[in-house]
């Protein structure tokens, strides 16, 4: 365990390495006139960038309620995240022991499905013509959370400065408490300092 630890600031500052051999070759391809190739190196150099930011957001996302089992992160990776529009796409699956609950709590940072949802946060007329929705407040910020007690389905979601988005998802659960409190317990502060531009 100690030799992974150890590993991590090595790996990180590798790649850390790679990105400005990456950066610096382009310019040199973009002096010397071959731009094709130059915007192929700074795409890649682009790309590990995003995997380095990813890799700092997902030590932001909360631990397991008591009860229940995490696996690790997963990042939708560069390729998934510029398919979806660019940006960062991150999430972790939370399931219940000895029981059927499932949890998936996801984020996306700087792309544009978030801006779908921010017509949805400023418009309190639209939150309230949905049936099963109501707005939470979690100190100054708020999330709008949805709950199906019929099929034990809730979601809960944040949109934080316009372009981060964080929601929790639920299924074979009691009530939407869980996916709160979830939602609740994200380090909200270290998620703006690692996704600043």
């Known amino acids: 365990m100690l ?62 309620p008591a009860g229940w089992s995490v696996e690790e992160v997963e990042s939708g990776g560069g390729g998934a995240a510029a398919l979806m529009g660019g940006g960062a796409m991150l999430q972790r699956n939370y399931r219940e022991e000895g029981g059927d609950g499932r949890l998936e709590a996801s984020m996306m940072v700087d792309n544009p499905m978030v801006q779908g949802m921010a017509a949805l946060f400023n418009n309190p007329a639209m939150i309230a013509s949905q049936p099963n929705m109501e707005r939470v407040r979690m100190g100054r910020e708020s999330a709008i959370v949805k709950w199906e007690a019929e099929r034990g389905r809730v979601e809960a979601t944040m949109l934080l400065d316009g372009r981060i988005l964080l929601q929790v998802e639920g299924q074979g659960l009691d009530s939407p408490d869980l996916a709160v409190e979830l939602l609740r317990d994200w380090d909200l502060a270290e998620v703006r300092e690692q996704a600043t531009r």
Do not use: C, H, W
Not at 13 to 24: G, N
Not at 45 to 57: E, Q
């Open 3 to 64: 030799g992974l630890a150890l590993a991590l600031p090595v790996t990180a500052s590798a790649q850390a390495d790679e990105v400005v051999e990456q950066i610096e070759l382009g310019l040199e391809l973009y002096q010397e006139g071959e731009y094709g190739a130059a915007l192929t190196e700074l795409e890649f150099a682009i790309n590990d960038i995003r995997k380095l930011m990813s890799g700092r957001l997902a030590n932001t996302f909360p631990e397991a």
